[in-house]
């Protein structure tokens, strides 16, 4: 029996070594089981910030799992609940989520590269990018407006029924017949009006100016200089190691199985999966270890400017939301079909909090979430 679990951990090791392919991820495989650093001074903090989550269990979410990282340390990380319930799968801190539009702040840094390369600019037409995107008739898009939802591409129908797609696509410039013939919703530049169809354009223009495959791109350029080991693109015809079944619930409250869906329309926008210790080292990786300048990332921090050149009263920068009262605490949240996701980063404090569930609007059951980030704050 012993030799049987030996040789099953030592297959499971070589498939997992051969789907990461590199030295560095090998080392961390083997290595992140302990990569909780200790942290008695943050035990009363902790355990207050449980009283949180156990909110959310208590108000029926299936599965949650918490990351949070001090000082470039991950002080704790741990899972709640099941990432399967049909099978009593616990989550643990290596369940991976759909993260919905924090996947837009992963996309923004695959922008700023390309942008430091001089590869993109932000004021030039898409159509340098993407020639076939049709121009349209209330006025030129440009990559800065779509970064800033500014650009009139419409989000998802009010039926939602472009948010339970099916069909696959293999490329992300094919995915563009969604919306592409779509009119604008107003004049460029002139409102405000959240789209993940735009960012979904943003991938489509990353990978013609890098010439790149989008997901490679990222693989290459992102995920993998930052260690992001445990962050994967949600494919549904893949085996993916620890991946939570996905949860929605019925008018009547009952649990039940989340429709099938093929994010591979919205891969930049809300089609990736991670854990939230994963998103914890993006956090510290973005605002640490250089990977864009001190000045991209505070062009991607910034509200944009108006066409009149003042300041747009918005909290929404290039990729990154400023979050209330104070706009200290910067991130994104994320909405997806069974999924949802809180990532909040103090740059300031070096703090980094991250939360994901394995529920349609889970988040929604404690809406004093955000307040354990102050927890550990000094």
């Not at 898009?141 to 039926?159: C, E, K, N, Q």
């Not at 089609?271 to 250089?290: K, Q, Y």
Request: with cysteine.
């Amino acid at each position: 029996m012993l030799k049987d679990s030996i040789s099953s951990f030592l297959l499971v090791t070589a498939l997992t070594f051969a789907l990461t392919g590199s030295a560095l991820a090998q080392t961390d495989f083997l290595q992140r089981f302990d990569t909780v650093t200790a942290a008695s001074n943050y035990q009363a903090d902790i355990e207050r910030a449980r009283e949180h989550i156990q909110v959310l269990i208590d108000n029926g979410a299936p599965g949650v799992s918490i990351a949070v990282g001090v000082d470039q340390e991950l002080i704790w990380a741990e899972g709640f609940g099941y990432a399967n319930v049909e099978h009593r799968i616990p989550v643990t801190t290596l369940t991976k989520f759909r993260i919905g539009s924090v996947s837009k702040s992963m996309t923004s840094i695959a922008m700023a590269l390309l942008l430091e390369q001089g590869l993109l600019d932000l004021d030039a037409p898409i159509q340098d990018y993407v020639s076939d995107f049709p121009v349209k008739e209330k006025g030129q898009i440009t990559l800065r407006l779509l970064a800033s939802h500014r650009a009139g591409i419409r989000h998802y129908l009010p039926d939602g029924s472009d948010n339970f797609i099916t069909k696959h696509y293999d490329n992300v410039v094919d995915a563009l017949e969604i919306f592409e013939d779509d009119p604008l919703l107003f004049i460029p530049g002139e409102q405000y009006s959240y789209s993940s169809h735009g960012y979904n354009l943003i991938g489509a223009i990353i990978q013609q100016a890098s010439g790149e495959e989008f997901l490679s791109f990222m693989r290459n350029r992102v995920w993998s200089p930052l260690k992001l080991i445990d962050t994967v693109a949600d494919h549904t015809d893949y085996i993916i190691e620890n991946r939570a079944a996905a949860y929605t619930r019925r008018a009547d409250g009952r649990l039940r199985n989340a429709p099938f869906v093929d994010n591979s329309y919205k891969w930049s926008s809300g089609g990736f999966l991670s854990t939230p210790s994963d998103l914890v080292r993006f956090g510290f990786g973005v605002f640490n270890s250089g990977i864009v300048t001190d000045e991209t990332l505070k062009l991607l921090l910034a509200p944009p400017l108006l066409p009149d050149g003042s300041i747009a009263d918005q909290d929404y920068g290039l990729g990154w939301v400023a979050f209330a009262p104070d706009g200290a605490w910067v991130g994104h949240t994320g909405g997806s079909v069974g999924g949802n996701t809180l990532f909040m980063v103090h740059p300031e404090q070096n703090v980094v909090v991250a939360i994901a569930c394995n529920l349609s609007g889970c988040l929604g059951g404690n809406r004093n979430l955000r307040d354990i980030g102050r927890l550990f704050i000094d």
